[in-house]
């Protein structure tokens, strides 16, 4: 949360001339409600599934950039829709996701104590990101652009 998935998959999208989704924008269009909401209201495990279907939609029919959340990793159905895929991995460290994200409540996991919580979900999720990921780009020193160029550069992808 707060890595740049979201800013940096459209810019790269731009520079690639191809389109950008994100599966959060996607569910939101779909469902009619806010994240939050349907974390308060169904719970983790429904958003789960329908953020599932989400990345199967998306890359099913679409041939650009796709943005995921950062919790998308923790279904083992999506895991298995990203084998294969030139998936980059955003990292950041903590202090610098707190900077970014902070107390923000759109996102629910981080919206009581964002520290300790950024820690424990990455001490949960690190090997699952690394697990599904083709190249691994630090964003904390770098602007959106350079983030979007550092990805294009370790995926090898043609700047359009
Ligand atoms: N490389 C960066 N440097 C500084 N701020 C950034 C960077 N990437 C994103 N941000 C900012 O951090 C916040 C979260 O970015 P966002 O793209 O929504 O992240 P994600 O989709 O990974 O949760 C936004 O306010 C965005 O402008
Ligand atoms: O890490 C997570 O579990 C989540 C990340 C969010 O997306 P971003 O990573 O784009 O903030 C959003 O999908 C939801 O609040 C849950
Ligand atoms: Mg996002």
Do not use: C
């Not at 958003?47 to 919790?71: I, M, N, S, T, Y």
């Amino acid at each position: 949360m707060g890595s740049g998935k979201s800013t940096v998959g459209a810019l790269l999208a731009e520079r690639l001339g191809a389109p950008y989704r994100d599966t959060d924008a996607d569910i939101v269009a779909a469902q009619g409600r806010e994240i939050s909401d349907i974390f308060l209201d169904e719970g983790e495990e429904h958003f789960r599934a329908l953020e599932r279907a989400a990345v199967a939609a998306a890359l099913a029919e679409h041939p650009g950039v796709l943005a995921l959340g950062g919790g998308a990793v923790l279904d083992p159905g999506t895991r298995a829709l990203l084998a294969g895929r030139p998936v980059a991995y955003l990292s950041m460290d903590v202090e610098e996701a707190v900077r970014r994200v902070g107390l923000g409540a759109a996102r629910p996991l981080l919206a009581v104590n964002p520290r300790r919580q950024w820690r424990e979900l990455m001490d949960a999720r690190r090997h699952l990101y690394t697990e599904v990921a083709r190249v691994v780009v630090a964003t904390d020193e770098r602007t959106p652009d350079e983030v979007a160029q550092a990805i294009l550069d370790a995926l090898e992808l043609k700047d359009v």
